[in-house]
């Protein structure tokens, strides 16, 4: 039993969570359609990948405050560095942008590990320091995005063969989310690197012992924290069509989906589809509570309320399958 | 022998700061060979290790092996050298299964498994989280994973130390073919049984320097034991005059402490504490006087046994409990009983006036009355006393025990509580734990210097292996006689032995 809420028994309850939610959504509302579910993809969109971000730094034992600056830094570097080029350079803004956050991220795991200053400390001060950076790139909001890239997260996929009341229901942007977070994730579990992440976050001593670089490892975990933020900065601006320069609710977000995920804050515990099913969740959650007529105040104590007592239940339940 | 050493180290030296933890140290394995390495608490064994496994490196000194000088930085460069290490703590990722472990590590599957069989584990699951594998096993498996890569040195720390007795031997005699084979273990242990069963020499560290190295023949503990003393042998002290063992029998003891076992560490422990007393604790590092001090100080359950204050058996939920008997505990560490940040008043204060079991306001002018008596008894020096963290280590001590005093607790559990402090203040504890027991009260003191066994207990028990080995009066209690009891060694040295202070104190045992 407490494998099984340590494994893939907590995956399954958030997917079961975020199916029933649908079905309430749809009993509520009940001309929730396809479109609906596209706009809720559209808003999670950012809010995932600061959580993948989150997640990664989490698992390898740290934290990383400074996830939103550094979404709203390489938001406002896209959409200004777009803003009046051709739709071609923007193939080159793409991954500059990226390289931008992976080295900023980078620069997270040097500091903490030179310095040997708490990754708390130094992310909160990057925090600031982004945020300044990402004011001076653009004093408000603006720039452009190219239109391909605003394409990427409007309308649903056509895939031949399959019949369009499926694909309604899968929108492009849920796509460029796997996608993205595929291409990132599944080598990186299946690779030495990514059994060493998991081993500084969860014993750091005996992963030095069993040959891991501890110091290495801890630099490559935030630096792929960096690579999803800058993620998340560019669907920023695909979605917006324009950057922002000041930080959006990114940061506290990611934070409790990671918790509501099953991963462990100590680190070296949990997976990367937990987090994501649970800031669905989250957000569902939140657009419920707005169908309902409900005032968003309130609003903000449930979902916090949701949290602690999911969280609670599974510590709970966790526990008394050890005793047993 | 003419075969040139497997593993080579001379010379080597390691400062941490002004403290030289290693002056020259040397190590040399042949192949083919268990080596067993040796030394008291602080000899610089462990400084040796890890250097050995890359953990930290040496200021000076070489390291050969096969001949080949290797730096080793990281236990990753010394595996590739050919050293691997199975550590005193289990080194597996506990958030991980095993088969993921094994990859972390580039261990091939097979052989592992088949170590894993060969050293008593038939039916292990790959899949299973390392957390959940129990300790014992945990080690098995450091040690599986180890032979698996076949290094050319094996070093064992206290491999044996956690495992029970079956599993042991299949370890040991796991060792003795590893050695067969032509490769070389250096073995690390505090049981001279196994060292004398399995070991062919045995290199003997004190003060950080290598001492000795000594072939294992039967009657080689004594020159063992002689080796890693060295000069202090002589200091023995003749004062078989206050050697009596049954002090206060006939009276109810304070603390009576019967068959107390607490996990796998402390498996049967034994003794009185009696009023007026300070009677002293000597094991070596982890033969379960953790164990005893936290099941007395209520913060570990014991699992099994009694203990017993005034007669009457007691049941500790919570350090209160034990505060509340009249029980307290000095921790070892001085910043895991002080309030670092807070005033040196504030300390003293926080016991009795912050009893839990009462909630209301505090008398401060009582307080204060009672905070300057202790302050002035233990003369400590209060030019610093708005933080206790800028005090000196041994006005620090103080406070912690003030605080007791002041609390009025009626036995104080000391562990090792002059570590690290200066001798002036040392001299103060000693007079104070001595005034404290004229006045009737009664005081278990831990201590990992042997020394100070005489200057201040009236009795000792030690301990070795979780079980009291021997409890005598301090009269009798040398550091030589202390050193070969916690090494589970008769107290007294057998004749063969050429130092007269052997001599001289083998003719004090009551034998």
């Not at chain 1, 792929?224 to 993620?231: H, P, R, T, V």
């Not at chain 2, 007395?296 to 919570?318: C, K, M, N, W, Y």
Request: hydrophobic fraction near 50%; charged fraction near 20%; aromatic fraction near 6%.
């Amino acid at each position: 039993m407490t494998a099984f809420f340590r494994g893939k028994g907590w995956v399954t309850g958030l997917f079961i969570m975020l199916a029933l939610l649908l079905v309430f959504t749809r009993v509520i509302q009940p001309n929730y359609g396809a479109n609906d579910f596209g706009s809720l993809v559209r808003a999670v969109l950012p809010f995932a990948f600061a959580v993948a971000a989150q997640t990664v730094v989490v698992i390898a034992g740290g934290i990383d405050l400074s996830v939103a600056s550094m979404m709203a830094l390489t938001s406002v570097i896209a959409a200004a560095m777009m803003d009046g080029a051709t739709e071609e350079f923007a193939l080159l803004v793409v991954p500059f942008v990226l390289l931008v956050g992976l080295s900023l991220g980078a620069l997270n795991g040097i500091l903490i590990v030179v310095t040997r200053v708490p990754d708390i400390v130094v992310t909160l001060a990057m925090l600031f320091v982004l945020q300044g950076a990402a004011l001076l790139v653009l004093d408000a909001p603006g720039g452009s995005a190219a239109e391909w890239l605003k394409e990427l997260v409007v309308g649903t996929a056509s895939v031949p063969g399959v019949p369009e009341a499926v694909t309604d229901w899968i929108p492009k942007g849920l796509l460029l989310l796997l996608v993205c977070l595929g291409i990132v994730w599944i080598p990186l579990r299946r690779s030495w690197l990514g059994l060493s992440i998991y081993a500084i976050g969860s014993n750091q001593l005996a992963a030095f012992r069993s040959g891991v670089p501890v110091a290495r490892t801890r630099i490559i975990a935030y630096a792929i924290g960096g690579l999803f933020g800058a993620m998340g900065g560019l669907t920023l601006t695909m979605s917006t069509g324009i950057g922002a320069p000041i930080p959006g609710p990114y940061l506290l977000a990611s934070v409790a989906s990671v918790v509501l995920g099953g991963v462990v804050l100590g680190g070296g515990r949990g997976g990367l589809i937990g987090p994501i099913v649970a800031v669905f969740i989250l957000r569902l959650v939140r657009t419920d509570l707005t169908l309902l007529a409900i005032d968003p105040n309130v609003a903000a104590i449930v979902e916090g309320t949701i949290m602690v007592v999911v969280v609670m239940l599974g510590a709970f339940l966790a526990m008394r399958g050890r005793t047993q | 022998m003419t075969t040139s050493p497997l593993l080579d180290a001379t010379g080597v030296a390691k400062n941490y700061g002004a403290v030289a933890a290693l002056r020259n140290a040397s190590l040399s394995v042949l192949p083919g060979e268990v080596h067993a390495l040796m030394g008291a608490n602080g000899a610089g064994k462990s400084t040796l290790v890890k250097i050995l496994t890359g953990a930290v490196s040496a200021d000076s000194g070489s390291i050969l092996i096969r001949g080949q000088a290797h730096e080793i930085r990281s236990p990753a460069q010394a595996r590739r050298a050919g050293l691997v290490s199975v550590y005193q703590e289990p080194a597996l990722i506990p958030d991980l299964d095993v088969a993921s472990n094994l990859r972390l590590t580039r261990t091939p599957v097979e052989p592992f498994r088949q170590w894993v069989r060969e050293l008593g584990v038939p039916d292990l699951d790959l899949g299973e989280t390392a957390r959940d594998v129990p300790l014992a096993i945990q080690r098995v498996l450091d040690l599986a994973r180890a032979l698996a890569i076949e290094p050319d040195v094996l070093l064992l720390d206290e491999m044996t130390a956690a495992l029970p007795s079956d599993l042991a031997e299949k370890v040991l005699d796991v060792v003795r073919r590893q050695a067969q084979a032509g490769r070389s273990v250096i073995f690390i242990s505090h049981r001279f049984l196994e060292i004398a069963a399995l070991c062919d020499r045995a290199t003997v560290l004190r003060d950080g320097e290598t001492v000795g190295v000594v072939d294992i023949e039967p009657g080689v503990e004594e020159r063992i034991v002689e080796l890693m003393l060295g000069s202090r042998m002589e200091k023995a002290r003749a004062s078989a005059a206050d050697a009596d063992d049954g002090r206060q029998s006939g009276t109810t003891p304070r603390i009576g402490v019967r068959k107390l076992r607490v996990g796998a560490k402390l498996q049967d422990v034994s003794f009185d504490l009696h009023n007026g007393e300070v009677l002293g604790i000597v094991a070596l590092e982890g033969q379960g006087q953790d164990q005893l001090f936290g099941a007395l100080s209520g913060s570990t359950r014991p699992s099994g046994g009694v203990i017993e204050v005034d007669g009457q058996a007691v049941e500790f939920a919570h350090p209160t409990d034990a505060v509340a008997a009249g029980i307290a505990y000095v921790p070892g560490d001085r910043a895991d009983a002080l309030l670092m940040q807070q005033s040196v008043h504030h300390n003293i204060a926080l016991p009795f006036s912050a009893n839990p079991r009462s909630w209301g306001p505090i008398d401060t002018g009582r307080e204060r009355d009672i905070v300057r008596s202790a302050i002035e008894r233990l003369q400590i020096d209060t030019r610093a006393q708005g933080e206790v963290q800028r005090l000196s280590g041994g006005n620090q001590q103080k406070v912690t025990i003030a605080r007791w005093i002041a609390a009025d607790a009626r036995t104080i559990l000391c562990f090792d509580p002059t570590r690290g402090i200066d001798v002036r203040t040392k001299k103060e504890i000693y007079q104070l734990l001595r005034q404290l027991a004229e006045q009737g009260k009664s005081i278990l003191f831990y201590t990992s210097e042997l020394e100070e066994v005489q200057l201040v207990c009236d009795r000792v028990v030690v301990i070795f292996g979780g079980k009291v080995v021997d409890i005598m009066p301090a009269g009798i209690a040398s550091e030589a006689v202390l050193t070969r009891a916690s090494y589970g060694l008769p107290r007294d040295a057998k004749p063969a032995s050429d130092t007269s202070a052997v001599n001289a104190s083998d003719k004090l045992g009551p034998s």
